[in-house]
């Protein structure tokens, strides 16, 4: 039904309006023409009048000249959302997460909703009842399928399934519009204190997870993101890395094509364009850069025929790269073991922001070092953070002078900057 060609004619030509005696009414048909001589008859009908029928054809013609017209007649919305996912979101999103994202998006709460409906046929009203509905269900769910509705129906468009996108300009209820994008309340069992953080730096050094904890709330990094990382990503003159890439399972691919134990540990695209970044790294964090080399070094020596040079930071005595969720027990065992929070490993991410945040450093430098999008998804997401860090531990200026860099004089809108003496660490 949606081969994908039919919006590509290059000419068409709209017949008269005729009167259909067996119906009892007027239509007038189209024809699109193609560049391999193809043509395909189109045919509106159903109108009472000839005046009727001939103002309808002025509105199509219109739309033709304008490239709105609907190639696509009678598809319903469930047919659609399932061609968009398969021929469109499956392609193209990096990761295989982003797509079932996508995925439950339309089985669970779209298609339930709308999908027999036709898609010439959804209004903005409809939109707005959707969104009110799952609103009521869940706020975050609410802005996942205003996402979806918008990049779905703009593709629609392009499609010629549709004139016009019915979800343009039409908002989130209210209740939650006022709510800022990304929201989330952290209150101090969600993040680590100064103290807390020290407790577990020094705990994490006995574990196969040292490095992964230090990139998380020493640096900020996505899970994914650290999993990615190479050695070959550092500056060692200038103390950077560079993020470039993160490991997880790519769209559109099987794991009959991939070894045992590597479908996802593919090398995949990273999350947004801004989570490209390169990052200033804290004297700790190098430092222990520099031992872990140093063994990776060693075992590669040691075991020529097994190892696997790929260059990872984070792997296996083997070389292998590690798989997302192997930092998992080892983490639960470290909080346990430490009498920390029982908190997720994404909010040493938080953690690290706030102390930023914390400490009066710009927002959209934090943001940059974060890989976000927009500025405000820091402030939003992480800046709820007045009772996190009290302002009497005195350790958390001399933690920050110690491990974290630190911002340019004056130069808000730019990274955070580190000046170090180097000398001892390049060979």
Known sequence: MLDGKLQNYIDWTVGAVMLLPERNNYAYRITLKYQDGRKVQQQKSGFKTKKEAEAAKQRTIGELCSGTYAVYTDVKVADFLEYWLEGDIRNRAGSHNTYVSFRNAVHKHIIPFMGKKKMADVSKGDVRRLYNDRAAFSVSIAKMVKTVMNISFDYAVGMKIIPVNPAAGVELPKQIAKAAYHTRSIDGQKTLTMEQIQILLEASKDTPIHMMVLFNVLMGLRRQEILGLKYSDIDYINRTISIERQLGRAANTKK????????????????????????????????????????????????????????????????????????????????????????????????????????????????????????????????????????????????????????????????????????????
């Not at 990776?296 to 997302?324: A, H, M, N, T, V």
């Not at 820091?378 to 007045?386: E, F, K, L, R, T």
């Open 256 to 427: 009959e094509d991939f070894a045992p134990k590597t479908f996802t540990k593919q090398e995949i695209k990273l999350k947004t364009s801004s989570s490209r970044r390169e990052l200033p790294i804290p004297d700790y964090v190098f430092e222990a850069i520099m031992e872990e080399r140093k063994l990776y070094e060693k075992r590669r020596s040691r075991r020529k025929k097994e190892f696997q040079d790929l260059d990872y930071i984070c792997c296996s005595s083997y070389g292998r790269p590690r798989s997302k969720d192997f930092h998992w027990k080892h983490y639960k065992k470290l909080l346990k073991d430490t009498g920390l929070p029982d908190i997720r490993w994404h909010d040493l991410r938080s953690t690290f922001c706030t102390l930023l945040l914390k400490n009066d450093f710009s927002p959209k430098a934090v943001s940059k070092l974060m890989g976000h999008a927009k500025e405000i998804i820091s402030v939003d997401v992480y800046g709820d953070n007045a009772n996190i860090i009290p302002d009497e531990i005195p350790e958390l200026v001399e933690f920050m002078d110690e491990v974290l860099p630190k911002e340019t004089e004056g130069e808000d809108d730019k990274l955070l900057d580190i000046v170090a003496d180097t000398s001892y660490y390049v060979t």
